[in-house]
């Protein structure tokens, strides 16, 4: 009999109600998902052998990450090899595959319950820690329900609660402020003059836009809370030293401390995600420097939520890439080595660089690349004439980047195939109870199937609440190009 590889894949895929995913462990309070969006192997192969020889360790130097590897993922969506962070998200927030672009809703652009919704239900206190904008893709997988992830508008007043849905999270902090505040104020972002800010306001929210409201925060805050400390994304760690912001950690830290003890006399715990969103944007950038730093800082949150699990061994968490960004690969031109040290000296991302330059006007462009941008932002002690030509040749932000990461990567010998996402299956790093189940090759859907496990989620009865919800903020048919997604860097850098 001819089988049909097509049909195969579509009942796969189908619609339709989730298996239970059995009882929930007795021993588990607290679920933390932790994801490293655009985060391959390759990156953290890099990452390790950078810290290592930096720090001048043994060859058979571990990162913390590396000790909590249990097993990979593959990370298809149903629509395409190559996913993108919506479809990306929604495996781990509804535990079902959807097309690219796809904000919680399934292959019929019909709204799914998500797993942060079921818990919020049942008691937990739920909260989103992310280093892009609140609205972005992942975050707004697990609390809003959108045909396509650039309805942010509408994305904003469901994660804020103020639609149809109610009101699912209990704790945001992150950037993307733009998003929340009406058209005729400076800075916004939004398509309508709507309020979003202040209307959350008037229902109770805290909220918070600078790290000096952020410090002064104590652990038993009025909920809900959002604190959005840029009006885009949260700058890179590379760039910390020009920007007053929380950091992933400090921001991570936090919320625990936060849902802790607002949890603490509750018969649940608190479910939360955080996610080191930036891995994606630097790798979109080709920027080595600025990727690997971002890497670093994931770890360091990775650590600290595996301290916590050490003292409260009631929490489970798990981390994962939704996908590869960027196609790092390490080794380049038939040529067996790779020198990590070339981006030690590297001291602004490459994106902030670029920006800087392209506002210059022509006449002063050669000098700046020649005595900052490549000397000074890349830390390159051998500046070439063809070096700085390449970048001074540069007229738009793509091509300026590109330019900024051969310059580096030449050296490096290293190279990225591309500027968008990779098919390639990413790693699963675990901590706590119950991990083992997650040990080996999965599917992506395995991970949110775990997740509704540990929380004790009916995803069933979840998709049953939002059913009705508005997903639209325009028309938008799935098969109509003029709405369909098409990646820029300026998408990810307004
Ligand atoms: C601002 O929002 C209003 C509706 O609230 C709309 O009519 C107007 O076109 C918007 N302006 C811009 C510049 O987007
Ligand atoms: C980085 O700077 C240090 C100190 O100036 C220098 O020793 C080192 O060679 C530089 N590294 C690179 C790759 O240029
Ligand atoms: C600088 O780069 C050029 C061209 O790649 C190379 O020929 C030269 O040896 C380099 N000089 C140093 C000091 O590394
Ligand atoms: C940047 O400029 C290059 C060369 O002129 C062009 O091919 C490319 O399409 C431009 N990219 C964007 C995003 O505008
Ligand atoms: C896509 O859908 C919108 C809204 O229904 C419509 O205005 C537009 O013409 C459609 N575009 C195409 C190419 O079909
Ligand atoms: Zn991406």
Redesign the pocket.
Known sequence: MKVSLFSLFALSVAAGPLPSPGAKPSDVRNVIMMVSDGFGPASETFARAYVQQSDRFPMNYMSFLDELLIGSSRTRSSDSFVTDSAAGAVVFASARKTYNNAIGVDDNVKPIGTNMEGAHRLGYKTGLVVKSFITDATPSAFAAHAAARQMMDLIAEQMGGLTDLGQNVDLMFGGGRCRFI???TKG?C?????DVWGEMGKKGWTLMSTNDEFKALSTSPKLPLMGLFDLDNVPYAMDYKINDVPTLPQMAKKAIDVLAEASKDSEQGFFMMIEGSRIDHAGHDNDVGTHFREIVEYWETIKLVSDYIDEHPDTVMVSTSDHETGGLGLGRNNQYWVYPLVYANQTMSQQVSCQNFLKLPMEKRGQYVTEVMLPVHLGLGNVTAAKASAVLKATNQSNCLLAMSEALAVDANIMWTTLGHTGVDVNIYAKGKHTQELAGNHENTDIGMWLTKMLGVDLNEATERVKDVNVFQYPYTKANSTYVFIPSLDYYHK
């Open positions: 009406g058209n005729s916004s939004r398509t309508d003059d709507k």
